[in-house]
């Protein structure tokens, strides 16, 4: 239902550009996530996105991170710019439909200094 792509290996300071597309039931004006999990650490939400295009951050993202979408298409992007180590992690799309939960596969993201 969800399929994540655009992960990769960067030097710090570079840019990815995650995106995550929605197909069967997934109603098109969800609000969508991106959360990451880095080894040993729990799930955080990076950002959101309401079918209205209201947007929430994570702080230590605020600046470096947009997310945004695609409502015809049922897409969601991440675009991740001035990427740092502290960003290394696998990074989930997510969806809320009535009360259940949907993650996409995941997608990794590795910053070497």
């Known amino acids: 239902q969800l399929q994540a792509s655009g992960g990769g290996s960067v030097q710090a300071g570079g840019s990815l550009r995650l995106s995550c597309a929605a197909s069967?039931?997934?109603?098109?004006?969800?609000?969508m996530a991106w959360y990451r999990q880095a080894p040993g650490k729990q799930r955080e939400l990076v950002a959101d996105?309401?079918?209205?295009?209201?947007?929430n951050y994570l702080d230590s993202v605020k600046g470096r991170f947009a997310i945004s979408r695609d409502n015809v298409n049922r897409i969601v992007y991440l675009q991740m710019n001035s990427l740092n180590p502290e960003d290394t992690a696998r990074y989930y799309c997510?969806?809320?439909?009535?009360?259940?939960?949907?993650w996409g596969q995941g997608t990794q993201v590795t910053v070497s200094s």
């Open positions: 069967g039931t997934i109603f098109r004006f969800n609000t």
């Open positions: 997510n969806t809320e439909q009535k009360g259940l939960q949907y």
């Open positions: 996105v309401t079918g209205g295009f209201r947007t």
